[in-house]
């Protein structure tokens, strides 16, 4: 698994990257819990996986040498993962809402997973 990056301009994607989770974090600004549901909702009565949500966001750092990776001890988890569950949710809710196109001003990745470093006001 990679993260894959779409550089995208006037509704077109120009450049496409993968970094690999364990060598980079990923600090997102300015961003939306994107999800598809009916696509979510097939992949989850299926069984088979297919790109159904993202992160959509305004700016993209990446974190390794030169921006060391930042500690996520202390912040909230975000889970989406549609083979068991088509929507986004939140580590502490305990699956009692639905966070699909919620907005953060701040996300970041530590291996595999993401969490919210700042809500946006």
Excluded at 89 to 96: H, L, P, Q, T
Excluded at 101 to 112: C, F, M, P, Q, V
Aim: proline residues 5%; glycine residues 6%; charged residues 30%.
């Amino acid at each position: 698994m990679h993260w894959q990056i779409k550089v995208v301009q006037g509704g077109k994607t120009v450049d496409v990257y993968y970094y690999d989770p364990a060598e980079y974090q990923l600090e997102m600004r300015g961003c939306i819990l994107w999800n598809r549901p009916n696509k979510a909702k097939q992949v989850f009565e299926a069984g088979v996986h297919d790109v159904s949500g993202w992160v959509r966001c305004e700016e993209v750092m990446l974190r390794k040498d030169f921006h060391p990776t930042l500690p996520v001890d202390n912040l909230e988890k975000l889970y989406y993962n549609p083979l068991r569950d088509p929507h986004w949710r939140r580590e502490s809710d305990c699956n009692e809402f639905i966070w699909d196109g919620s907005e953060y001003a701040t996300l970041l990745t530590n291996g595999k997973q993401v969490y919210i470093l700042e809500e946006r006001v």
